[in-house]
């Protein structure tokens, strides 16, 4: 799950650097503007690099590339229905999504699939295959890598960053499943299983 809320709750306001620094950790429109740099703390300019705008450090060769960042979101078919996850942490706080999140450093996406399923709901899934990779608008840097498990075992247990989980069919869905494009993934994947 996008857990930017857990790192706004710990800032200590819009020029402390470790908010500064969330820019970079978590990029997202609406942040504070990198104004000093992350590695040596000198102050950073605007500066044309490789034909686009960027902020560099005035001292030090640091650049904000702002690459985004890879989550994964997945679907898991379970007793008939798809597992959601009720969002504890902003943003969206109270809303359903997906299970899904950040990928870790040096994890494969298929992993981290797997690994936030388990975290978030207390499943383990196997043979997750890739449905789509999604880059969202509303200014969240992030790819959104979509899995689809292939079968899913255990037991529905809320992790400690989901306020609750369920499983869902098309008829029973929340009305405030929160992101657009889980939206539309979740509406593609009942028509499809209609079809079948
Ligand atoms: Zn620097």
């Known amino acids: ?58 001292t030090c060769e640091f650049v904000n590339w702002d690459n985004p960042k890879p989550v994964t979101a997945t679907l898991v078919p379970y007793k ?6 009720q969002r504890k942490f902003e943003p969206f706080v109270g809303d359903w999504c997906l299970p899904g999140g950040f990928i870790e450093g040096y994890e494969s996406p298929g992993e981290s699939a797997a690994r936030e399923v388990f975290e978030e709901t207390g499943l383990t899934i196997s043979n997750e295959r890739l449905l789509q990779a999604s880059a969202p608008g509303h200014g969240i ?28 069919t098309k008829d029973n869905l929340p009305p405030n499943v929160c992101f657009a494009l889980h939206r539309n993934i979740i509406q593609e994947w009942f028509t499809r299983q209609k079809a079948n």
């Open 1 to 58: 799950m996008i857990n930017a809320g857990r790192i706004e709750q710990a800032s200590c306001g819009n020029r402390c650097p470790f908010t500064l620094l969330q820019s970079v950790i978590t990029p997202r429109l609406g942040y504070p503007t990198l104004i000093i740099c992350p590695l040596c703390a000198s102050p950073v300019k605007n500066a044309e690099i490789g034909g686009k705008d960027r902020l560099m450090c005035v």
């Open 141 to 168: 840097n992030v790819i959104i890598l979509f899995y689809e498990a292939g079968a899913a075992s255990g037991d529905l247990i809320a992790g400690d960053d989901a306020s609750d989980v369920g499983y869902f």
């Open 80 to 85: 008939g229905g798809l597992v959601l996850v």
